[in-house]
């Protein structure tokens, strides 16, 4: 159904702009995909999180991953169900161990330093880490999403060692190694993902 209403808006566009090859509606209708699909996404992960007396915290890990999940970027499953399900998975598996897990402050402070060390060597590796229907292929586009993803990943960790909230602390810690491994080759190869800037070439000024 999103498939169909995706199409049929994408070809509605390419009416009213001719200009728009092949490549360039792809990219439109990849783009409408996610943003739609989304839609009914948050509803289902939210009703499930009430289910089980975690919408709070699902919403809460949702608003402190968005700023380094849109800067990393990561790998997007081929199918609506199979991003529902991994979506559902993440913002609500993520609360529950938040919940479950509990930290004494030495163990904490390694785990954020261990994870600061390998976030910040992933990051200069892969991000941003997009997509071959959504590529970002400019070399400017590329370095700013780069440093964001430094500066909201650094910020992050800082704020998890400052706090002395277990459940936030660990939201931002799982979070934000669950993103950074998002965002690694070897997850794009486990879900049969390409990284956008190797099927397009070099990335241009």
């Not at 161990?97 to 004494?104: N, R």
């Not at 970002?136 to 990943?153: A, M, P």
Request: hydrophobic share 50%; net charge positive.
């Amino acid at each position: 159904m999103i498939d169909k209403i995706c199409m049929f808006l994408t070809n509605r566009i390419r009416k009213e702009m001719p200009d728009i090859d092949d490549e360039k509606a792809e990219v439109i209708n990849y783009g409408l995909q996610n943003i739609i699909g989304e839609i009914p996404k948050t509803f289902i992960v939210l009703i499930i999180a009430y289910v089980f007396g975690i919408w709070k915290e699902t919403l809460l890990t949702f608003l402190l991953l968005i700023p380094f999940k849109n800067a990393s970027g990561g790998f997007h499953l081929k199918t609506h169900l199979g991003c529902i399900i991994a979506t559902t998975v993440f913002y609500c598996g993520i609360p529950i161990l938040a919940k479950m897990i509990i930290l004494d402050e030495i163990t904490k402070y390694m785990i954020i330093g261990s994870l600061w060390i390998f976030g910040m060597l992933m990051i200069k590796l892969y991000a941003p880490a997009d997509t071959e229907n959504l590529p970002i292929l400019r070399k400017k586009d590329r370095k700013k999403q780069q440093i964001i993803s430094y500066i909201t990943f650094s910020i992050g960790l800082l704020v998890a060692g400052i706090l002395n909230y277990n459940i936030i602390c660990n939201i931002i810690i799982f979070g934000y190694l669950l993103q950074t491994l998002m965002i690694t080759k070897l997850a794009y190869r486990l879900t049969n993902n390409k990284y956008g800037y190797e099927v397009y070439g070099d990335a241009s000024i």
